[in-house]
């Protein structure tokens, strides 16, 4: 695979549209509660590694030898993409005590179910189940398992360095 079609695959991942697409399945999934940015874009990594979780169905995504994700990149991808969802009232934005919350718009149900390709179809699935995977958990208990991944995640990095020989 030549560079192009590297940066092309790695943009179509990462880009507003599909982070925006990831947030309509996560809150149309979690309607009607809202999250903040910070629960969106832990979410959003975990949609496509669900297999990482515990009894989680096949990940969406191959497993790859650098999974750490870089936290202010992806944070601010996906707020691009629920600003993109914002547009066609698809996500709502609230101020709350908490901070500012997003939850599926009023177009958000009609969005869903138009998206029928095999893909988009796995991906409302996980959507899903990920949301009801969490939902007994307090943000604290959350919070709690995110750092315990990105521990993992650090031990990965460390463990892929030495091994490209890295000191």
């Given at each position: 695979m030549d560079a192009i079609e590297s940066l092309r695959r790695q943009v179509t991942f990462n880009g507003p549209l599909e982070a925006g697409i990831r947030a309509v399945a996560l809150l149309g999934a979690a309607y009607p509660k809202a999250f903040d940015l910070q629960r969106l874009t832990a979410l959003d990594y975990l949609l496509v590694r669900t297999k990482d979780?515990?009894?989680?169905?096949?990940?969406?995504?191959?497993?790859?030898?650098?999974?750490?994700?870089?936290?202010?990149?992806?944070?601010?991808?996906?707020?691009?993409?629920?600003?993109?969802?914002?547009?066609?009232?698809?996500?709502?934005?609230?101020?709350?005590?908490?901070?500012?919350?997003?939850?599926?718009?009023?177009?958000?149900?009609?969005?869903?179910?138009?998206?029928?390709?095999?893909y988009l179809l796995k991906l409302?699935?996980?959507?899903?189940?990920?949301?009801?995977?969490?939902?007994?958990?307090?943000?604290?208990?959350?919070?709690?398992?995110?750092?315990?991944?990105?521990?993992?995640w650090i031990i990965e990095f460390q463990e892929f360095e030495r091994s490209i020989g890295a000191s």
């Open positions: 979780l515990d009894g989680g169905p096949d990940s969406l995504h191959p497993p790859t030898p650098l999974r750490s994700p870089d936290a202010e990149v992806r944070r601010r991808i996906v707020h691009h993409g629920l600003v993109l969802m914002m547009s066609r009232d698809l996500v709502e934005q609230e101020a709350q005590e908490a901070g500012l919350m997003y939850m599926a718009g009023e177009n958000a149900a009609a969005f869903l179910d138009a998206l029928q390709s095999p409302k699935d996980r959507a899903s189940w990920l949301i009801g995977h969490f939902s007994g958990y307090t943000d604290a208990e959350f919070n709690a398992i995110i750092r315990r991944y990105f521990e993992d």
